[in-house]
């Protein structure tokens, strides 16, 4: 078992390697446009021959690499993840939304604070379908169950959902909880 990510290793040794980890993985490479995730190539193709093979540069590679091994060497770093219910739910919600004319291509996460102070922790989360593409001041989470399920999240806010996980239940609509913890935040 691999105690670092290198370029030579298949994508599904990097995930055996790091099962707890594996979600936040494999979101990572998807949100870089490497969906080798669910290929059957990922247990004989190396990483770098997965990122060659698509057309991505030496240096691509390179800072996927550094961000996966800061994804396994942190659990405070890493990528959003969603849920399996969530991607069914946004996919249900947009096909409805289409059926009714008001198609849309994201999810954005808003985050407001609950409080009079932005550093004390207090936040709540809201949700809002969008057409607009994320711009330089967000970052573009894309679903490792569904491409078609794209969330939103501004840069500023990135440190209160990287490591987490956004699910649906049709209890408690959205939420965003700890993947280590469980803990709703």
Known sequence: MADKITKDLTISEIFDSFPDKAELLADALMNRGLH??????????????????????????????KELNLIISD??????????????????????????????????????????SSSCGCVDYGFKFVNDSPTTSESLFISSYNPDVRVIVGNGN???VRGNVLDYSKVDGFKVSSISSGVII
């Open 75 to 116: 659990d405070s770093l890493g990528g959003l993840v969603i849920s399996l219910e969530a991607s069914k739910f946004i996919i249900n919600v947009s096909k409805m939304r289409e059926s009714e004319g008001k198609a849309h291509k994201f999810l954005k996460l808003v985050v407001k604070h609950s409080c009079d």
């Open 36 to 65: 080798c995730v669910g290929c059957y190539a990922n247990a004989f193709e190396s990483l770098e021959e997965g990122f060659v093979g698509h057309g991505f540069t030496k240096k691509e590679l390179n800072d996927a690499l």
């Open 158 to 160: 990135l440190g209160l």
